[in-house]
């Protein structure tokens, strides 16, 4: 497999888990987001990704969350599911339920908190590469993992059989730039900005996509893709606008939270607009009223609300 083997690019949005207010998967809500990201034009969908809150989710309640998914979109468009797991055989379980509901792909970053050294990221990779049934996209995830893999550690694992894409969520645009420029004739690349500058890295490089910030701006997300692959420069940068000042005012360079956590963030932001966002689950906490206000704030201001 290579970056050929796969049609994944553009906007494919790592979207939030809808909870209710007991902390249970709200599958209800999950149906109505589901559909109303598709009708907004989505390239693409992430799903139990770090914005889905992987992590608090059981194996049977991932399967639960992937077979919704699948019965909703399998066919339709994209699917990829995040099967991060301390261990190479949970990552595997993880794909082969993620293969049976329909999804096209998986989203694996190294072990988080174990702080693995490079030839155990390798042996990791090596392991999932060989008995999963999907193709794969690293994930470089330095807040999660804290472990920001190097251009060398990814080019040796580009090479892996059922490699085709990295999402490179680095918080340094210049090791992303190198990444890509090294690795983007083998495997997909993820994680341009929707910026002036993101938006030359599309033109020039034909830069492949962006996953993340859970579609919260719904068809303008993409737009900012619709746009410059029709040629349409200005209509790119309005939507790159948008994009970029729910980035700078929400979250660090490093795209952490600014306040609260980037799930509740999300939550409050699709919920404020009458979208089924839903509640964050425990160790995630809701935001306090001045967080959401800041959230309103900018809504407000992008005439969202």
């Given at each position: ?77 994209p699917l990829i599911a995040g099967c991060n797991a301390f261990t190479a055989q949970e990552v595997v379980r ?51 993992t804290n472990i920001d893999l190097s251009r060398e550690t990814l080019e040796h694992l580009s090479d892996l059989e059922h490699v085709v894409a990295i999402k490179n969520s680095t918080g340094s ?133």
């Amino acid at each position: 497999m290579n970056r050929d083997s796969v049609d994944w690019r553009g906007y494919m949005p790592a979207i939030t888990t809808p909870f209710d207010e007991h902390g249970e998967l709200d599958l209800g809500a999950l149906r109505s987001l589901l559909e109303w990201l598709a009708g907004e034009g989505m390239h693409g969908l992430v799903v139990a990704g770090t914005t889905g809150e992987w992590f608090s989710m059981t194996a049977d309640e991932k399967a639960t969350l992937f077979g919704a998914v699948g019965e909703v979109l399998r066919g339709d468009l994209p699917l990829i599911a995040g099967c991060n797991a301390f261990t190479a055989q949970e990552v595997v379980r993880n794909a082969m339920t993620a293969e049976r509901s329909g999804f096209d792909g998986i989203l694996v970053t190294p072990p988080p908190y174990v702080r693995p050294c490079e030839r155990e990221v390798i042996a990791f990779y090596e392991d999932v590469d060989r008995e999963t049934p999907l193709p794969i996209c690293i994930y470089n995830w330095p807040p999660g993992t804290n472990i920001d893999l190097s251009r060398e550690t990814l080019e040796h694992l580009s090479d892996l059989e059922h490699v085709v894409a990295i999402k490179n969520s680095t918080g340094s645009p210049a090791h992303f730039i190198d990444v890509m420029r090294a690795l983007r004739d083998k495997v997909r690349i993820f994680g341009i900005p929707m910026t002036e500058e993101g938006m030359q890295l599309v033109l020039q490089d034909a830069a492949d996509g962006t996953m993340g910030a859970g579609a919260v701006l719904g068809r303008t997300q993409p737009e900012f893709y619709n746009a410059l692959w029709a040629g349409d420069t200005e209509r790119g940068l309005a939507a790159a606008r948008q994009d970029t000042r729910i980035m700078r005012e929400w979250f660090r360079p490093d795209y952490t939270a600014r306040y609260g956590s980037a799930q509740a963030i999300f939550k409050t932001a699709l919920n404020l607009q009458g979208l089924p966002g839903g509640y964050p689950r425990r160790p995630i906490l809701p935001l306090q009223e001045s967080e959401v206000a800041m959230v309103r704030t900018t809504l407000e201001e992008l005439g969202r609300l």
